[in-house]
């Protein structure tokens, strides 16, 4: 029978118990990480949010009726403890608790879908069936710990940086960025989209004077790729300033990322040990590469790379090894780049498009838009599209809208670079790809 959690309520975390407080009492709540009955002794390993606790219950020292409480726990039951701190050197933090009195608040089934004390190791596709109990594990909880204090460092840069942050639509009735890779829905009685990216609503918002913004929100991608570097829900950071251009807000995602990383270090130091990654400030600023130099760089080390091709996964792979670390590439061909990113007046072959890679990832991109009506148009028409489908956008663009420049980087991907995780779905509380869409 399990107990209500009634008055009892937790006085400290695991973390927060050590030798200054012996002899005091405390309440404890968490899970049971792992029971070792002794006969004479039972230890009873109680994980919460940030630590173990041991909690000590020898036969001499407490009641039979408690000890046999204790004797019945099962793993991963929720359970909360009254006990007094006392000095273990053998004990996780230095510390142990000896119970006093102990409350069931909820018993868990057996056998278990997966091991949180990660003895015997799961595969990724079960791990993620049972999320709710991966996420148990510290090493994994760390990885979300890292990933929040980036995200709230991103926002306090943009804001003391006079950004703003806006909401745009994801839920839209039109062709996004370029009428492909789209999720179709049901909007009443008509089609309707998930949004591929904030893009053009960024864009709008040059047009009203509000000339620094930012979004931090999911966007929908319907690409068909199953690696480890894709998924088809993730979040976005984003950014546009009026005013500015390529150059300029280069600069702000530079700094951006390397502070994130000063703060991460900083603020995360038991969650890095945690995952045994250890963060290295780059300096500033990042290298430059021209994409010109790329194709002749990739294709040295025997990988054929033609002008006007993307990055292949081979082309990224060779790039990583030259480059260890942060680095942009630079003026990209226009034809491979979207319909908004401005050309090179006299090389309009070439555009203000760049990539953010960290070794052979690519984390962000972004680039000089085109401001002008016109030009807009014919860009639109060069790729293929038909502008009518882009009206409210365009009209925008025709009374008075400013030079402009923006990025958008990949929450996830970046979170991959933080804490060296290999697979993209180790940085997503519940995984969105081309085979999953439970739990």
């Not at 639509?169 to 789209?182: D, F, I, M, R, Y």
């Not at 052979?360 to 972004?366: C, M």
Request: net charge negative; proline share 5%.
């Amino acid at each position: 029978m399990t107990d209500s959690l009634g008055n009892w309520r937790r006085t400290h975390y695991s973390e927060e118990l050590d030798d200054t407080i012996e002899g005091e009492s405390v309440t404890l709540m968490g899970w049971v990480h792992e029971i070792r009955d002794l006969g004479g002794i039972i230890f009873v390993l109680l994980r919460d949010r940030n630590g173990i606790t041991q909690v000590t219950a020898p036969s001499k020292k407490i009641s039979p009726e408690l000890l046999s409480e204790i004797r019945k726990l099962r793993k991963e039951s929720v359970l909360s403890v009254r006990g007094k701190v006392q000095g273990s050197s053998k004990a996780p933090g230095g510390v142990e608790v000896i119970p006093e009195e102990i409350k069931l608040l909820n018993n868990s089934e057996q056998p278990l879908p997966l091991d949180p004390t990660e003895k015997v190791k799961a595969e990724i596709d079960t791990r993620l069936d049972s999320r709710y109990m991966d996420l148990r594990k510290h090493s994994v909880s760390a990885i979300f710990k890292i990933k929040s204090a980036m995200l709230h460092s991103v926002r306090v840069y943009l804001e003391d940086n006079g950004f703003m942050e806006i909401n745009t639509p994801k839920l839209v009735g039109s062709a996004t960025e370029g009428g492909t890779e789209l999720f179709p829905i049901t909007y009443f009685e008509r089609e309707a989209f998930l949004g591929q990216s904030p893009q053009l609503y960024k864009q709008m918002m040059m047009a009203t004077g509000l000339d620094k913004v930012f979004e931090i929100a999911p966007i929908f991608r319907a690409e068909e790729h199953d690696t480890q570097r894709h998924l088809n829900e993730v979040i976005s950071i984003d950014v546009e300033v009026a005013f500015a251009d390529n150059e300029d807000v280069m600069s702000i995602l530079e700094k951006l990322v390397h502070n994130a990383i000063e703060e991460v270090k900083k603020n995360c130091k038991a969650e890095l040990e945690e995952i045994g990654v250890h963060l290295e400030v780059p300096d500033l600023p990042f290298p430059r590469l021209e994409y010109d130099e790329v194709i002749d760089m990739v294709n040295s080390k025997g990988v054929t790379l033609h002008y006007g091709d993307d990055l292949s996964r081979a082309a990224e792979k060779v790039l990583g090894e030259i480059m260890d670390g942060y680095y942009f590439i630079t003026n990209w061909p226009s034809d491979i780049k979207p319909f908004y990113v401005m050309p090179h007046t006299e090389e309009p072959e070439k555009s203000f498009a760049f990539d953010l890679m960290y070794k052979d990832l690519e984390i962000s991109s972004g680039a000089t838009r085109v401001h002008q009506h016109d030009l807009l148009v014919e860009r639109i028409k060069k790729q293929g599209l038909n502008p009518d489908s882009f009206q409210r956008y365009l009209a925008s663009f025709e009374y008075g809208m400013p030079p402009h420049a923006g990025w958008g980087l990949g929450a996830e991907r970046f979170t991959m670079c933080l804490t060296g995780m290999k697979n993209i779905r180790e940085t997503v509380l519940f995984p969105r790809d081309r085979r999953r869409l439970a739990p």
